[in-house]
């Protein structure tokens, strides 16, 4: 059976990598780590033409091949370890002609290790925007490689860049004969024998082994003993090599450039990115369009998902009220509508909000914004600690505090990793919008301030700044408790602004709506239905008592069957094996304004916090027979406590707020902690004060309000 061809996808961050391995692999990829890293491998199948298909891999972005972070380590790994099972056939560099110098700069390096090699320009619009024009056919013949211009947004050269692929392969060649800089005139004949003893086919792999033999862990001993014998007797420096090295590859691009770039201006043109960038970085301006995009967002996460809220919710009333009618009484219908379709509610009613969320996140990562956030708040960043390169996770884990901490990979410095890792959870994220909205909803009035500003709105918007400020200082904290003595310097490119891909928009929100319902989905609806039988069932000898007493009281007040059935049920709730556990924890919560039916609910939300409000809608429904049919939000709003008081006053719902806003109530969280810092003390020191900042501001809040 003939091997598989292995494609690799190399290039700067921000050059069209990853929209170019969509276009190839399309719906055939699939995400995994790196052996012995826990750093993400993305791989796909792509159909070239009908006898070739291959495999690519679409490898961390890094913007030269001398490593800094566990991404990068990763990309040098697979490109110069001849043993790497993820060894390529092919390198497509994917290069940015409107920043083509630079770019040329990392294609160069890739080149001279020899391995096959296409170039794929992008960015070919933004560089005639900018008064750039490229001769593709004389920068191929300069290069002495294949030079295809492609847009993968647009689908556009994908066509022609497989028929590449396929000559390549076709043509059978194995490596590329010329370097584009002599590397044995740099360094001296030294450096084949470390070629030979290492069995790389380059001299710069050879000379990037030399650079690097202490780190490589597919060196033996014997490899690593001799390199450094050999380094010492020529005296290797390796700053200075590295930068002649540099010195030798620019001299030969800026010759490149002259004869394939036309530039209509000594000056590049101020494009359009560059016009939007004076305000929107702007130190007062950026911040301030900054907290009105915010606003804008939160506004519309109850303004748009308000219609189709109610709409799941009308539609969740009426099949409640039709199967409490067509179905007889009985377990099968106790299950059916307060245990699964009270848990399904739970979820299905949120899923426009969270829809919206995600539309609103990946709009700004699709234009460009979202790296100028990571830029107007390096500043602030920095005052704690950390810096813009921070920032990203953090806006991640908005969404979701998973892929936000294994973000923090590109983070070079250790501490500022570790900081940022133990923070993130800090971040509201999707799991705690179901939480806030029906708990804003119950406590915070529907008001319109100047007719469009909605106080809910604002509400949801002061919770997401809070875990923000509240990241900030916890950072702040820690940046005196670990020591290091390393500094790191923040430097990103920002991308040029583009409009958003509008189906990218829509097929994200669909994804991201699939996997809260199939994931989040699964944890509320088996919790559900675990809560009913723990709600429903308690001890029997306590329940045949409170059964057989109300049936006396029945039998003696028949007038009164329909107060003392709901009494009945009631009291059956409260000495279930679910109440039982609200009442053990309910003298550790009552300072926090809390019953122990919330009590239940922080038990469960434990699993994930999402399941607040599946733990409420099952308690709510079990507990009241008469409302079986009732929206959630208006169970929780009769609820009253044995003195007749609510239960969710404004005092107890600011206090659950901020319970939720900041306690670690994730086990998903917690276990990848532990696998990005390899260490249990992380997670159990992160739950440890994220519960106590919950418990101590919420009591606070409380007895402020009450």
């Known amino acids: 059976m003939q091997r598989q061809y292995k494609i690799a996808l190399v290039g700067n961050p921000n050059s069209g990598k990853s929209s170019l391995f969509n276009a190839l692999t399309g719906l055939n990829q699939k995400v995994g780590n790196f052996p012995g890293v826990t750093v993400d491998k993305k791989t796909g199948s792509s159909r070239i033409n009908d006898i070739l298909t291959a495999s690519i891999i679409d490898l961390p972005g890094t913007y030269s091949l001398y490593p800094k972070s ?65 001769n593709v056919d004389e920068l191929q013949r300069q290069m002495g490689v294949p030079v295809v211009p492609i847009n993968p947004r647009r689908n556009k050269g994908i066509a022609q860049l497989k028929k590449t692929i396929a000559e390549v392969q076709q043509s059978n060649i194995t490596t590329i004969t010329s370097e584009f800089i002599d590397i044995e005139a740099l360094t001296g004949d030294w450096i084949n024998e470390v070629k030979e003893l290492c069995n790389v086919k380059s001299n710069y792999g050879a000379l990037h082994i030399a650079c690097n033999y202490t780190e490589l862990t597919y060196l033996n001993a014997a490899q690593r003993i001799r390199i450094g014998a050999l380094l010492g007797e020529v005296k290797f420096h390796k700053s200075k090599i590295q930068a002649e090295e540099i010195m030798r590859r620019y001299q030969r691009i800026g010759l490149i450039m002259q004869q394939c770039v036309v530039e209509s201006s000594p000056m590049k043109r101020t494009i359009i990115s560059d016009r939007l960038d004076k305000i929107l970085l702007h130190p007062v301006w950026g911040n301030i369009i900054l907290l009105l ?28 009220s039709w199967l409490n009618v067509i179905l007889p009484t009985g377990f099968v219908k106790d299950l059916l509508i307060n245990g699964l379709i009270a848990g399904i509610s739970g979820i299905a009613v949120f899923i426009p909000q969270i829809m919206i969320l995600f539309g609103f996140i990946t709009i700004l990562e699709d234009t460009g914004y979202m790296a100028r956030i990571s830029f107007l708040t390096d500043r602030l960043m920095r005052s704690v600690g950390l810096n813009g390169r921070s920032v990203m996770p953090l806006i991640s884990g908005m969404a979701c505090a998973v892929p936000a901490i294994m973000a923090t990979r590109t983070i070079q410095n250790r501490k500022e990793r570790l900081i940022t890792i133990l923070i993130t959870p800090l971040m509201s994220c999707s799991a705690r919008l179901p939480v806030y909205t029906i708990l804003i909803a119950l406590v915070i009035p529907n008001k319109y301030f100047f007719g469009f500003i909605n106080l809910q709105g604002l509400v949801m918007m002061g919770l997401y700044l809070l875990g923000f400020v509240m990241a900030l200082i916890v950072a702040k904290v820690l940046n005196y408790i670990v020591k290091s003595k390393d500094r790191t310097f923040f430097l990103m490119e920002l991308p040029v602004y583009r409009a958003p891909r509008w189906k990218n928009v829509g097929i994200t929100m669909i994804e991201k709506a699939k996997i809260f319902v199939t994931d989040a989905g699964k944890v509320i609806i088996i919790i559900s239905l675990l809560l009913w039988g723990l709600a429903t069932y308690g001890p029997p000898k306590k329940m045949a008592e409170i059964k057989a007493s109300y049936a006396t009281l029945i039998q003696q007040h028949p007038e009164q069957r329909e107060q003392l059935e709901r009494a009945e049920a009631t009291s059956k709730l409260e000495h279930s094996f679910a109440g039982m556990m609200g009442h053990a924890i309910e003298p550790a919560i009552r300072p926090l304004g809390y019953d122990w039916k919330i009590g239940i609910a922080l038990i469960t939300s434990f699993a994930a916090r999402e ?50 806003a900041f306690a670690m109530q994730c086990m998903s969280t917690l276990a990848i902690v532990k696998r990005e810092t390899r260490n249990w003390k992380y997670p159990v020191i992160q739950f440890i004060y994220m519960s106590g900042i919950a418990y101590v501001c919420s009591l606070i809040v409380y007895q402020l309000f009450k």
Not at 618 to 640: F, N
């Open 70 to 134: 566990a991404d990068e380590q990763v990309t040098y790994s697979v490109l110069l370890n001849q043993k790497n099972a993820d060894k390529p056939d092919l390198i497509i560099v994917i290069a940015d002609a409107s920043n083509l110098k630079r770019n040329l700069l990392f294609c160069s390096q890739i080149m001279d290790l020899k391995t096959p090699v296409v170039i794929a320009l992008t960015m070919m619009d933004i560089a005639r925007q900018k008064g750039i024009t490229i």
């Open 293 to 320: 995009v915010l606003f804008i967002l939160f506004q519309s996460i109850f303004w748009l998902a308000k219609y189709p809220m109610n709409w799941v919710e009308e539609g969740f009333t009426a099949l409640s």
């Open 611 to 660: 399941v607040f409000v599946g733990t409420m809608a099952t308690l709510y429904s079990v507990g009241d027979v008469e409302a079986s049919d009732q929206p959630l939000r208006e169970k929780m709003r009769a609820a009253r406590r044995p003195n007749g008081t609510p239960v969710y006053t404004l005092a107890a719902g600011l206090s659950l707020l901020i319970f939720y």
